[in-house]
């Protein structure tokens, strides 16, 4: 059973526009998200995070929104830059106690068109 | 680089065979943890390890067993493989213990190929 979800295998967006990529949980009990960011031939990188108490966070050209009613969070990028282009994973995890397994989606691959 | 180390890059194995997999964690991270991303199931938690103690199983088979060493290294021992174990194996890194979230770091992986 999938807790998080990533519906859209791959995105294509314009160099300078916005690119929305998309997840949705089903653990309630998720308390913590984030997402990584993966190149070819290389390990996942932390991109950005958001606990479950706020609904936005913002690190530069990055934004992460929470609805913890929908039990949905997307990942803004503005403007997009050919260097975006990668995989795209959201994950979550549930905090405390020390044990701190991630639980990924299935990853989006994002695609800059020059 | 993240500072985590994955050996070997690339292994190519037969059915039925045992692999180990080892990982070298950054510099003052005492947990471990082990992913594996398979083409269909995305990138699954295994398990993790703190300090030499295991802290928490996900989706491990019984076939798979990892230790976590007084040095802090850690090794995946993958036993009677199967085909569908061909996959990339990450291993991760992070100063864990605490009750909040640590970030953790990635290494490149190993990509295992059984035959």
């Known amino acids: 059973d999938q807790q998080v979800k990533q519906n859209s295998p791959s995105l294509s967006v314009q160099e300078g526009r916005i690119s929305i990529l998309n997840c949705d949980y089903t653990?309630?009990?998720?308390?913590?998200f984030l997402w990584y960011k993966k190149y070819p031939a290389e390990g996942p990188t932390f991109l950005i995070s958001?606990?479950?108490?706020?609904d936005k966070n913002e690190d530069g050209r990055f934004t992460v929104f929470l609805n913890k009613s929908a039990k949905h969070l997307s990942l803004h990028i503005v403007p997009s830059q050919p260097g975006d282009s990668a995989v795209y994973f959201c994950?979550?995890?549930?905090?405390?106690?020390?044990?701190?397994?991630?639980?990924f989606g299935k990853g989006t691959h994002l695609i800059i068109q020059p | 680089d993240s500072g985590v180390t994955q050996t070997p890059k690339h292994l190519i194995t037969a059915t039925g065979q045992r692999v180990t997999l080892r990982c070298s964690p950054r510099?003052?991270?005492?947990?471990v943890y082990w992913y594996q991303q398979s083409l269909d199931q995305g990138l699954q938690f295994l398990i993790q390890?703190?300090?030499?103690?295991?802290?928490a199983k996900g989706n491990i088979l019984e076939r798979f067993s990892a230790q976590q060493f007084p040095d802090l290294h850690s090794e995946l021992n993958l036993s009677s493989l199967e085909l569908g174990d061909s996959a990339l194996y990450f291993c991760?890194?992070?100063?864990?213990?605490?009750?909040?979230?640590?970030?953790?770091?990635f290494g490149p992986g190993t990509r295992l190929t059984v035959l």
């Open positions: 991760a890194s992070s100063v864990g213990g605490s009750g909040t979230y640590n970030e953790q770091f």
């Open positions: 653990n309630s009990m998720f308390d913590y």
């Open positions: 958001i606990s479950s108490i706020k």
């Open positions: 994950a979550a995890i549930l905090t405390g106690g020390g044990a701190d397994g991630l639980t």
């Open positions: 510099s003052g991270d005492l947990s």
């Open positions: 390890y703190y300090n030499g103690e295991e802290r």
